[in-house]
């Protein structure tokens, strides 16, 4: 009788330790899926920082940064596109966001490859209304004003061939353009000067006569008009006109 029993505790010991064994092999089952989850979910976080991280590493770090890199491009090209150009208001297009200047000064830039100084005023004071701005400009050209421009000007010497565009104020240059004309007057001499305008009517208006009289150690290739109309509205107009006139200037 009580070998029964000692035999029937033993059985019954044997029984609970099996149980328990399996609970224990149930929770170790468990584990590796959990964390191959969470090393799935590391992974993509770690991609997710390092995209963000190139992304910024792109960026520039302030708002002057990108002015500057739209202001003034300088490789290894020996021809330069200078240009001066308006937003706000314009005559025929209304409210512009990319002034007619610039527009045409990128077709250049993209057809031949050359570096780009933009004429930006030191003191912006030029009005956003068009009427407004008509008026400035008048007044500057009556005073034969000098508005300074801000910036430093590319190494000049590095180029042969050098396009330089504005809008037509008043059958002329603007004024800020003379004062470039006038402070660089020693880095243009001898340099091909190529002008091309953009206008709501008036064509090249005198750019390449009066251009050669402010450069006279300068030659003065064939210029470009084009409308302000066809720069916002008629964009692949504008890049043929461009090609084409680059063409006939041997680019």
Wanted: charged share 25%; proline share 4%.
């Amino acid at each position: 009788m009580r070998k029964s029993v000692i035999i029937s505790a033993v059985l019954l010991c044997l029984l609970l330790v099996g149980g328990c064994g399996q609970t224990n092999t149930g929770t170790d089952t468990a584990t590796p899926k959990e964390e191959t989850t969470l090393a799935a979910e590391t992974t993509e976080t770690q991609e997710d920082t390092k995209e963000s991280e190139s992304t910024s590493d792109a960026l520039p770090a302030d708002n002057h940064d990108i002015e500057d890199v739209a202001e003034s491009t300088s490789g290894s090209s020996d021809v330069l596109v200078v240009y001066f150009s308006r937003t706000g208001e314009q005559y025929g297009v209304g409210v512009i966001d990319k002034g007619n200047t610039a527009i045409v000064a990128e077709r250049i830039t993209e057809q031949t490859g050359a570096d780009t100084f933009e004429i930006l005023p030191q003191e912006d004071y030029y009005p956003y209304t068009y009427d407004e701005l008509t008026d400035i400009a008048k007044k500057e050209l009556n005073d034969n004003a000098r508005p300074a421009y801000a910036g430093e000007v590319p190494d000049l010497s590095q180029y042969s061939t050098i396009f330089i565009g504005a809008p037509v104020w008043w059958g002329d240059w603007p004024m800020i353009c003379y004062t470039f004309f006038e402070e660089n007057a020693d880095g243009l001499a001898g340099k091909t000067l190529v002008p091309f305008s953009t206008h709501a009517g008036s064509g090249l208006s005198g750019f390449d006569s009066k251009l050669a009289g402010v450069s006279p150690d300068s030659t003065v290739g064939t210029g470009l008009a084009i409308k302000g109309m066809d720069a916002q509205n008629d964009p692949d107009g504008v890049r043929e006109d461009v090609k084409q006139w680059l063409s006939g200037l041997g680019y």
